[in-house]
């Protein structure tokens, strides 16, 4: 079945302590994006990747880390993270950087930090 | 500057009426225009583009959006809503003239009454 999947699906940690949310896409999808939703802003875009090796910043980068060593995984890492940071997160991939590719998301990642 | 609007929060409809949702949009350039659905604790799943040709799309679940140049909008119709409807709905922009990213409206949660 194509997919995207993350993991984990809940999260509840501390001020401080290191994270990473797994994103993993089974459709050989060259674009993957990060995204952080809260209530009355819709979805920020945090970072993308047009292809392996290559990520840029979306508008909310800050407090986030990228990775994209292969095609099918795009890891978000928050190295110290804060209660701001408390959001669901869903990670999203589409065929290719073409602009009418409509975009495939994952099931999200409540993080909580405390 | 590019942006979305969804100027509703929330639109109730009773079942078997007509719905719609309305997003209007800003971009320098040709809009590509997408309708996502998200349900409660899932990810966001795509309903329709418009990327050029007729005005009228139709979309997955019956839905259809009506892209009107003029007046820079893309609503979200159903000629008779169900209750299985109800969920959030997010209008989304890309400029093609872009970096191919996505801007997005905050949403706007439909209820279907019984």
């Known amino acids: 079945e194509a997919q995207v999947t993350q993991n984990p699906r809940y999260l509840i940690t501390v001020t401080g302590k290191k994270l990473t949310v797994t994103c993993s896409q089974n459709?050989?999808?060259?674009?993957m994006s990060w995204y952080r939703q809260d209530p009355g802003l819709g979805l920020r875009q945090i970072y993308y990747?047009?292809?392996?090796?290559?990520?840029d910043k979306g508008d909310v980068p800050e407090g986030y880390k990228v990775s994209r060593k292969e095609k099918r995984n795009f890891p978000l890492i928050l190295e110290s993270p804060s209660p701001n940071q408390t959001s669901l997160y869903f990670c999203?991939?589409?065929?290719?950087?073409?602009?009418?590719?409509?975009?495939?998301f994952g099931p999200g990642t409540r993080l909580t930090v405390l | 500057a590019q942006s979305v609007a969804q100027p509703e929060d929330q639109v109730n409809v009773a079942e078997g009426n007509p719905l719609t949702v309305k997003c209007t949009y800003s971009?320098?350039?040709?809009?590509?225009l997408f309708w996502y659905v998200q349900y409660p604790n899932r990810g966001l799943q795509f309903l329709l583009k418009?990327?050029?040709?007729d005005n009228l799309v139709k979309g997955s679940y019956g839905f259809e959006a009506e892209f009107n140049k003029s007046q820079t909008s893309f609503h979200l119709k159903k000629p008779s809503a169900l209750v299985s409807d109800s969920a959030l709905y997010f209008c989304?922009?890309?400029?093609?003239?872009?970096?191919?990213?996505?801007?997005w409206g905050a949403g706007t949660k439909l209820i279907i009454k019984p």
């Open positions: 990747s047009m292809n392996v090796e290559v990520t």
């Open positions: 459709m050989n999808h060259e674009y």
């Open positions: 971009v320098s350039g040709n809009p590509y």
């Open positions: 418009y990327i050029t040709g």
């Open positions: 999203a991939s589409s065929a290719s950087s073409g602009s009418y590719n409509e975009q495939f």
């Open positions: 989304a922009v890309r400029d093609a003239d872009s970096n191919y990213q996505l801007i």
